[in-house]
């Protein structure tokens, strides 16, 4: 595999703080726009500060299951709750910190050590957390499902 990957994509404005991102890789494009707690923001629009958490919560999803295959674990749902917060420093705008809170439901009780530590790993592994300046933290909750 090559040591360098390009992801090409282009973002076209359509009308007010409205855009469209297109990637000739992709089938789907998707509206941006500025969040509406800024002026002329627009309501039920991805923003950036949505995709940059997007980015970081898929990023550990993706990790996470590469390492849970290669792993052999076994589970149930992988769901995750994610939270970016927008803060100013030095006068300026930063996505201080994003919170991922990702639920691993698996069936074997004996796994639950396992599962953590691999969800763990997911965290460091993950190649948008480690090119960003957030702070990312981790919160995980392995439940087990008991079959009847």
């Keep these: ?29 998707v509206k941006v726009a500025t969040p509406p707690e800024f002026p002329g923001g627009v309501e039920g629009v991805w923003s950036p500060e949505h995709l940059y958490v997007a980015s970081v919560s898929s990023c550990f999803m993706t990790s996470f299951l590469a390492i849970a295959d290669f792993s052999k674990l076994e589970y149930e749902n992988l769901s995750i709750e994610s939270e ?9 705008y930063v996505m201080s910190k994003i919170t991922l809170r990702p639920v691993l439901v698996i069936t074997d009780p004996n796994q639950e050590s396992k599962a953590h530590r691999l969800l ?22 392995v439940e087990v499902s008991v079959k009847t």
């Excluded at 090559?2 to 992709?26: A, C, V």
């Excluded at 970016?84 to 300026?92: A, N, P």
């Excluded at 763990?120 to 909750?141: G, H, W």
Aim: hydrophobic letters at 30%; glycine letters at 6%; proline letters at 3%.
């Design 1 to 29: 595999m090559p040591e360098e990957h390009t992801y090409k994509l282009s973002l076209n404005w359509d009308e007010g703080r409205i855009g469209t991102l297109k990637s000739d890789d992709l089938e789907e494009s």
């Design 84 to 92: 970016g917060l927008l803060s100013k420093s030095d006068g300026k």
């Design 120 to 141: 763990e790993k997911a965290d460091q592994i993950c190649l948008i957390t480690r090119s960003i300046k957030s702070e990312v933290v981790v919160e995980p909750v």
